[in-house]
């Protein structure tokens, strides 16, 4: 199972990803699923779910553009446009459908993928779209300034209740990061380390590009600390008032 | 939608629900989802999930024992164990599903049922345990005291952060209202009111039964309360110290 989430703010945008891969919890290993572009002229992330053949076949052809012919084909890398960038992962996707899509089935295993991609090149709007595994995609708004795949409902509480569009950065990694935290907790197929990558709007080069493990003296600190405040949050308020002999 | 959660304390046991049925967005209504078995000697609380048509036909075989036949049958009042009983309801989920099963699935509908029954007879142990739609069943028990039906993901982690076997049961009561609005928050097809029913460990009577609207002051309390400290928790932890210029 995988969780992905990323944040959309004012300032810039915020690409977390677990890196559990598992076929069976007798086969689980870690592989990344956040995928960096940065040339100079752009920044991209790239979050995958899904089989891994799938996902690995659509981000080699997005990033390195070889087509079954040979020809060398447009990537993420020479788009003009992040709409543009969307669309050629959907593409890429249903390219993936048409060649592997009926062995899958015939298998009897779906084409399950989907994709959160953001960022921003030279002189554009910076954007984030969610694709879907039929790859037709999603923007990403102000309105609900987070986009999830994956194992999304453990982690979804707290960026319901605390996460807006104006929401500093600096505070959109906490939030991003106690809602990986509350997923790994409740489901232990997603697994740590996690990937962070952060883009300040603008910027044209990566924020910050990180690989945090369990034992890393933050996000530990985070773990424990919101779990304290939870917990300590839970007794504070007050009891029912209508349990008689209580 | 549905979400039925049972804590199992020490002391007693707490049964919430919501009373959302739909089929539909277009077609919503409230049903009870919980049912209180109270006739003197024993006390019992039954929660159900999934087809209404099924959930109602099982209900009624283990509370009237009407048959077929028109022979009176075994009740959950007349159960000599509170293991009998779970064995009741399973049988019952058989019987609706040999007489319904493959009229269901010629419209293509699933048979799509659960229970939760949990409670104590006079002079044997307070039990809970979870029917499963095969009719097979377990038991609840006190390294993991709670237990969920329907949309459980969203309700999940502050009762693994926070619920006990040795919780008091006021507490618990509190601990299933937040379970309860984090639900209800993420997933508008779980709708209030709220049915709970509590139950005092060799009490033998019921210890309260109680709907709870989305207007009931202590549970606005809770649910303005818990946003309010989650929120608090989040803004006191300290910022990541990875962001440079921030």
Redesign the interface.
Known sequence: VTYCVSLLTAEGLVFLSDTRTNAGPDNIAAFTKLHVIAPGDRVMGLMTLGNLAVTQAVVTRVTEGLSDSGDQLETLYTTHSMFQAARLVGDAVREVYHRDGEALQAQGLGFDAAFILGGQIAGRRMRVFLVYSAGNFIEIMGDTPYVQIGET??G???L???MSFET????A???G??SMD?TL??NFSVGAPIDLM?Y?RDALVV??Q?RISEDDP?FR??RE???D??????????????????
Chains 1, 2 share one sequence.
């Not at 500093?168 to 505070?171: H, K, R, T």
Request: charged share 25%.
């Open positions: 409902k453990y979804k509480p707290i319901d209740r605390a500093p950065l600096e505070q990694i906490k939030l990061l106690i509350s907790r409740s952060v300040r924020g910050l990180r933050y600190m985070i600390g919101w779990s405040a939870l917990r300590r949050a839970y007794h504070e308020l007050p009891a029912p008032p209508w349990l008689a002999g209580a």
